[in-house]
């Protein structure tokens, strides 16, 4: 098996306010990919130009997955040395890409086995290659995309992320499983992408030196409470630490809400109205500094 390196993370809970209801969703193990690339072609329907910076964010919950060996190779001593291998369930996918002033967004919350591979892998341990990681949010998988700037027809959506590690021997996955945030992000050697509806698409290709990955678990309960004028947010802090509210729109990217909150030793208390500033939904979520 690979050396894996250790690596710190933050600790954060996460809030979904939605127009009709509200909610606090589960991330088990939420890990966080961000690549910055360059667009490659643009296909008609899609506001973007050759040339243009892209930026891809990408999550999945991987302590909902489960592990579907699609193909294997083990060797005389029985040590698996090749596999191809789906990963299903309740994945939590979000996926954005960010071109200019457009913002593309897919979301799969559950994918079934044997369905489009939303995650998947091709790992090799020892002379094989390329290690490949497959991302795909995709309609075909009941993905939902909001917001998805594009003027044609076609109504279906994906939206693919592609790295991979052609050295030899690889080092970037391990056969049969998820990659985490200690995946070794420095062994990938190349990176392509793609927004597309129907068989019309944007595609990038993704600079391997730009790719970085973290682990994001929660370990606060952040509890909510609807008042007249909008919500309030609590959570319980800790004295000499200071925590960050975040907000998102799609639960890819997030932005900076406020300052820091220091803690006091009790209860943090925050007042906002989200139902005036964004009718349809918000997700809030409070990071640990």
Excluded: C
């Amino acid at each position: 098996m690979h050396a894996k390196p250790t690596r710190n993370f933050l600790a954060t809970s996460i809030i979904r306010i939605a127009f009709a209801s509200l909610a606090l969703p589960a991330f088990a193990s939420e890990i966080r990919w961000s690549v910055q690339g360059t667009v490659s072609s643009v296909g008609a329907g899609f506001a973007a130009t050759v040339g243009d910076p892209v930026l891809v964010r990408f999550s999945y919950d991987s302590g909902a997955t489960t592990a579907n060996m699609l193909d294997g190779l083990w060797d005389r001593f029985g040590s698996l040395i090749y596999a191809r291998t789906e990963f299903y369930g309740a994945i939590s996918l979000a996926m954005e890409v960010r071109i200019g002033t457009n913002i593309w967004s897919g979301r799969v919350s559950t994918s079934p086995i044997n369905g489009t591979f939303a995650l998947l892998t091709v790992a090799y341990e020892g002379s094989g290659s390329p290690d490949t990681f497959t991302v795909l949010a995709s309609s075909a998988d009941s993905g939902t995309f909001d917001p998805f700037p594009y003027t044609g027809s076609a109504t279906s959506r994906n939206i693919q992320v592609i790295l991979k590690d052609d050295t030899v021997p690889t080092g970037f996955l391990t056969p049969a499983l998820l990659p985490a945030a200690n995946t070794l992000v420095s062994e990938i050697t190349s990176g392509t992408g793609s927004v597309s509806a129907g068989t019309t698409r944007i595609s990038f290709t993704l600079n391997p030196a730009s790719v970085t990955v973290a682990r994001i678990e929660p370990d606060f309960q952040l509890k909510l409470t609807r008042t007249l004028t909008g919500i309030e947010l609590r959570w319980p802090s800790v004295t000499g630490s200071s925590y960050r509210l975040e907000e998102s729109d799609a639960l890819a990217a997030w932005e900076p809400l406020g300052t820091s909150y220091p803690g006091t030793g009790g209860e943090i208390v925050v007042v906002l109205d989200p139902f005036n500033d964004h009718p349809q939904r918000r997700f809030y979520r409070v990071v640990k500094e």
